[in-house]
């Protein structure tokens, strides 16, 4: 079975780095594009971006480059989001999906969410 | 950016009724849609990919339509399962992009 698996809750203070993961299982993960989306509290999805494991290509959203990074390691199966400066507007769930298909494309898998809290 | 602009907003219905859901695309995405549910505290799950295709295991209520700049999420009877927020991505062109998402709630 495919997996996504998220890393933990994180609370952190703003202007603190982070770097949360999205481990995934069942399936070939250089082959796979991963992406990330973010739910601010109480709010709809925003699309951040999408990264290819098997060359680190990466596709930001606009409202996202540079806020971020986006990362793997395809020794472990990982994909990563980092910030190196947090602001109280990052708080928010954050969900990483695996992209299938070609044309259509579509996001069959998602990892559970992680909880990131920034507080002053 | 492609705008997505999804409609309405939240909807109140009942267990068996017919409920449609619009997306509108600021441009043509071609069959580059997809549509999501989401239950609170859960992930998004996804049910219609390539603007009509039922994803495997995605019961026969839930339908898709559309192609271009018009797109249509149609839930025939609803279940009590099926009140939740829902959303339509376009996956035609990056950015990928939301819509603003529908709040289905129990009338």
Request: with cysteine; aromatic share 12%; hydrophobic share 35%.
């Amino acid at each position: 079975d495919v997996q996504l698996v998220q890393s933990g809750v994180e609370v952190k203070k703003i202007g603190e780095s982070l770097k949360i993961s999205c481990k995934s299982s069942g399936y070939t993960f250089r082959n796979y594009w991963i992406a990330w989306v973010r739910q601010a509290p109480g709010k709809g999805l925003e699309w951040m971006g999408i990264i290819y494991p098997d060359d680190s290509d990466a596709k930001y959203s606009p409202s996202f480059e540079g806020q971020v990074t986006m990362s793997v390691d395809k020794s472990i199966s990982a994909a990563y989001l980092q910030w190196d400066s947090l602001k109280a507007a990052d708080t928010a769930f954050y969900y990483c999906a695996r992209q299938t298909g070609t044309n259509p494309t579509y996001f069959d898998s998602w990892g559970q969410g992680t909880l990131v809290t920034v507080a002053s | 950016a492609i705008q997505m602009t999804q409609s309405p907003s939240s909807l109140s219905a009942s267990v068996g009724d017919r409920v449609t859901i619009t997306c509108r695309a600021s441009q043509s995405i071609r069959s580059g849609l997809g549509w999501y549910q989401q239950k609170p505290g859960q992930a998004p799950k996804l049910l219609i990919h390539g603007a009509v295709s039922l994803h495997s295991g995605v019961p026969l209520r839930f339908s898709g339509s559309g192609s271009g700049t018009d797109f249509t999420l149609t839930i025939s009877s609803l279940q009590p399962e099926d009140f939740a927020t829902y959303y339509c991505l376009q996956d035609y062109n990056y950015p990928y992009t939301f819509g603003q998402g529908t709040r289905l709630e129990i009338k």
